[in-house]
């Protein structure tokens, strides 16, 4: 097959296997071991290493078709499976994949000890690994339960995206389809990039994605091509198109959805010029705003910036109340280095408080002078609305959109900012919500995101378990009532997931 090319983890074997360490004979010259760095690291693996060749065992420090025996520490068998299978060896059926207590075992009586159903890491098939998820109690490793689930929230995705290629191409696609309104083409995008964020290994063969969820014949015939081409026809025509490049320009600013964005683009407007001259067109305060101060806030807000922001919101709910918490959320409460805007839980242990403590910080920056644009929207929470009906509705909470003056001294190690720009202070997106404290955990899980991560909890929810979640609750159909949250771990639970910590949630 075509693919005989790209066989990038296999090489010939190493010449230099004996090298480096003393020359011990060999007893056993019909096994070849090849141990697994992953999770058993690189100094007990050479520590292993070293131990099998005194012993009179062969071990090659890289994987080919010569290996017998492939030997693992981390025994989640379909990772192990799936990065085999990308490796590109054409033998591999003819291995055995072992569990380290082969190994031991072999160490324990000097030779390869005979291989038992216990030492076996078998394949997943994929009838296991797509179906829906089984119901699991937190389980310990073996198979199925640990193949790659169909919902970002039985996944663990850290900042660590090991396909950048192809999630990149898969988000250009999965955004033209959201900009023409095509919600569900834009999520088979969304969803087959998000399953190859959580990946800890690098797709470099088509073959080694077969088993993985959420990946159709469109999204593996675009991964193809770029595994063969280093890129997709149709991205690159989707990227120099002009309604494309337009409709991202549009929306990119604050307050410009793609509504707006396709009506003006059907008006014959290309650029922001174009949009000021054009009488007809009223921008509505948000986007006065978001024009005024387009090159801030279109540029990243980083870590610093964001813990600069923390402190100042901090010292605004310190003077209101000795009551108040605050939390970080949003993508750098999940380990991100940069983001588009910093979100922020700020509220009172006492509730029904929440509302005012959103409105005295909000006048105090006033007072400071560094709001330049607040967007504030109260509370329509009320239990009688509880459990919401529609899936992506927005939560009930006071919450405020704003545009904050952040001056260069306030932010440990200066502003981020353009070369040449001596301003001293930049213009940045902030959001607050302030949910009262006996929904905070819900609220937590809600705004710390990712979106996708969020999307498929609430899908999870509805569909393996009867139940709608939402940032404000988690109702039980089938018990016909409201379960209670103090923390993230407590909806986890009363979901039958594992928890999943917050950096491990950028699905
Ligand atoms: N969110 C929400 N309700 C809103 C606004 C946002 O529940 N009215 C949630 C989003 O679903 C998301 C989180 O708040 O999970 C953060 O949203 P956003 O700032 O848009 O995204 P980030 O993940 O923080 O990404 P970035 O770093 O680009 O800001
Ligand atoms: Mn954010
Ligand atoms: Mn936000």
Same mark, same amino acid.
């Given at each position: ?11 010939? =074997? ?48 890289? @994987? ?47 030779? +390869? ?69 095509? %919600? ?30 959420? @990946? ?41 959805? +793609? ?28 986007? %006065? ?25 901090? %010292? ?55 709001? @330049? ?55 940045? =997106?902030?959001?607050?919500?302030? +949910? ?15 979106? %996708? ?55």
């Amino acid at each position: 097959m075509f693919h005989a090319a790209i066989r990038p983890c296999v090489r010939k =074997r190493s010449k230099a296997a004996s090298v480096g360490g003393p020359k011990h004979s060999v007893k056993f010259k019909e096994v070849r071991l090849y141990l697994v760095e992953r999770k058993m690291g690189s100094s007990r693996r050479s520590f292993l290493t070293q131990l099998a060749r005194s012993k009179g065992f062969i071990v090659d420090d890289h @994987l080919s078709d010569e290996i017998t025996h492939v030997v693992s520490e981390d025994s989640r068998a379909s990772s192990l499976w799936a990065w085999l299978k990308g490796c590109g060896l054409t033998n591999l059926s003819k291995m055995q994949v072992l569990h380290i207590s082969w190994f031991t075992d072999s160490m324990r009586v000097g030779s +390869p000890a005979a291989v038992e159903n216990r030492h076996l890491i078998q394949d997943t098939p994929p009838a296991l690994q797509e179906g829906s998820a089984p119901a699991l109690a937190p389980a310990p490793a073996p198979a199925p339960a640990a193949s790659v689930s169909q919902y970002a929230c039985q996944r663990r995705t850290s900042t660590d995206n090991k396909n950048k290629i192809l999630t990149d191409a898969f988000e250009v696609l999965a955004e033209y389809y959201e900009l023409s309104e095509l %919600q569900s083409s834009c999520l088979v995008f969304r969803r087959a990039a998000s399953v190859l964020k959580s990946l800890p290994w690098t797709v470099q063969c088509i073959e080694a994605t077969q088993g993985l969820p959420c @990946l159709g014949d469109h999204t593996k015939a675009i991964m193809e091509e770029i595994l063969q081409s280093g890129h997709s026809f149709d991205v690159e025509r989707i990227l120099s198109s002009e309604r494309y490049q337009t409709l991202k320009l549009f929306t990119s600013m604050f307050g410009v959805g +793609p509504k707006t964005a396709e009506k003006w683009y059907r008006r014959g407007l290309r650029s922001f010029s174009d949009i000021v001259a054009e009488p007809s067109v009223q921008l509505n305060p948000m986007q %006065q705003s978001g024009f005024l101060h387009y090159g801030d806030i279109s540029r990243v807000v980083t870590k610093a910036e964001a813990q600069a922001l923390g402190n100042i919101i901090d %010292q605004a709910v310190r003077l209101i109340t000795s009551d108040g918490v605050i939390a970080l959320t949003g993508g750098f409460r999940r380990g991100k280095e940069v983001g588009h805007d910093v979100d922020f839980i700020v509220t009172t242990h006492e509730v029904g408080k929440e509302g005012c403590v959103l409105r005295h910080i909000i006048d105090s920056f006033k007072k400071q002078g560094i709001l @330049l644009y607040c967007d504030y929207q109260a509370s329509t929470f009320h239990v009688s609305k509880l459990p919401c009906k529609s899936f992506e509705a927005m939560d009930y909470y006071p919450k405020c959109f704003l545009i904050l003056r952040l001056e260069a001294s306030q932010v440990d190690g200066g502003l981020g900012c353009a070369e040449g720009d001596n301003r001293g202070w930049r213009a940045v =997106r902030v959001d607050l919500v302030s +949910p009262p404290m006996d929904r905070y955990a819900f609220a937590l899980l809600g705004w710390t995101g990712s979106t %996708q991560f969020d999307r498929d909890l609430r899908r999870f929810a509805r569909k393996e378990r009867r139940m709608i979640l939402d940032n404000h609750t988690l109702y039980d159909k089938t018990k016909g009532r409201f379960l209670t949250a103090r923390s993230e771990e407590d909806i986890f639970a009363h979901l039958g997931l594992e928890y999943v910590e917050p950096w491990q949630r950028n699905a």
